[in-house]
């Protein structure tokens, strides 16, 4: 979608709904920067994070958690950490210091987002998917993945098909590229959150093989990735949401999601480059 003088779409499978996983993220650093604009919470305020907090999955915060039986960060720092690198326990953080799940519908329904559902959260959404009732125990080194392995695999593959079918994080690539275009216009939150959150996002270091890798020289691109689980051939939810900006400033809201493929990683990434280059081709045009 092209942002600055213009309000069309180009695309395919524009309105069906795909599993987000950490692409959704983005949903909750809006909710919390939203209510930095409201006066409800402030960057410097400090979240407290302890061993019962803990996610599963991508969480490098976890080990100074674990060594430190508790810690306390900033939701500045949180933002960060949730953000370039995807850190599930931060973000479950900042969703349980916003509100909760009901926090992050409520932004979405104000801001009339559209088709963009949001998840009971990383821990609920992650072992409903694998066919498990969480337990915090499974936040401890590879317990999520040993409790998972012991599902029988019918009703392992059962459940991934159940959450495919009808995502609870699902949201349409129309709806995301809107929501990224209004983030970019400063529609959304305030000019100063507006301005932090496109920033965190610029720094986001997943996905550098993903739509990033195909972005020119002299562009400038900003991004939120998401990377669902795999049951073998399947890998489920891989996705990269942006927005690329030209040399002269023009902007195009890019998303491109794979709800379940059983694609090779490099041919899915050559797929992604291949749309971020073909954007900056059309515009050169």
């Known amino acids: 979608m092209r942002i600055d003088g213009g309000d069309w779409v180009i695309g395919r499978r524009l309105d069906e709904l795909f599993p987000q996983q950490s692409v959704s993220k983005a949903w909750v650093a809006m909710t919390v920067l939203d209510q930095v604009d409201q006066g409800k919470l402030k960057l410097d305020q400090k979240v407290r994070i302890t061993i019962d907090?803990?996610?599963?999955?991508?969480?490098?915060?976890?080990?100074?958690?674990?060594?430190?039986?508790?810690?306390?960060?900033?939701?500045?720092?949180?933002?960060?950490?949730?953000?370039?690198?995807?850190?599930?326990?931060?973000?479950?953080?900042?969703?349980?210091t916003a509100g909760g799940p009901q926090a992050v519908r409520a932004f979405i329904a104000k801001k009339r987002l559209g088709a963009i559902r949001f998840g009971p959260g990383e821990r609920a959404l992650q072992s409903g998917i694998a066919g498990l009732e969480w337990k915090q125990e499974y936040a401890i080194g590879r317990r999520f993945y040993v409790a998972r392995d012991a599902i029988?695999?019918?009703?392992?593959?059962?459940?991934?098909?159940?959450?495919?079918?009808?995502?609870?994080?699902?949201?349409?690539?129309?709806?995301?590229?809107r929501a990224l275009a209004k983030?970019?216009?400063?529609?959304?939150?305030?000019?100063?959150?507006?301005?932090?959150?496109?920033?965190?996002?610029?720094?986001?270091?997943?996905?550098?093989?993903?739509?990033?890798a195909g972005v020119p020289a002299?562009?400038?691109?900003?991004h939120k990735t998401g990377t669902g689980q795999i049951l073998s051939p399947v890998s489920t939810g891989y996705n990269d949401i942006?927005?690329?900006?030209?040399?002269?400033?023009?902007?195009?809201?890019?998303?491109?999601?794979?709800?379940?493929?059983?694609?090779?990683?490099?041919?899915?990434?050559?797929?992604?480059?291949?749309?971020s280059r073909s954007v900056a081709t059309y515009h050169q045009r």
Do not use: C
């Open 242 to 275: 942006g927005i690329m900006t030209a040399p002269d400033g023009t902007r195009y809201a890019v998303v491109v999601m794979m709800g379940s493929t059983t694609s090779s990683i490099p041919e899915r990434m050559a797929f992604m480059q291949f749309v």
């Open 152 to 177: 029988p695999l019918p009703a392992r593959k059962a459940a991934l098909d159940r959450y495919l079918a009808d995502p609870v994080d699902g949201a349409s690539p129309e709806a995301i590229v």
């Open 183 to 212: 983030l970019a216009k400063g529609e959304l939150l305030s000019a100063a959150s507006t301005r932090l959150l496109l920033d965190i996002m610029s720094r986001t270091s997943s996905g550098p093989n993903r739509l990033k």
């Open 53 to 96: 907090d803990l996610a599963v999955f991508h969480q490098p915060i976890r080990e100074r958690v674990i060594a430190n039986g508790q810690i306390e960060e900033s939701v500045l720092s949180l933002l960060e950490q949730a953000i370039t690198a995807s850190d599930n326990t931060a973000n479950d953080s900042l969703l349980r």
């Open 218 to 222: 002299g562009w400038r691109f900003l």
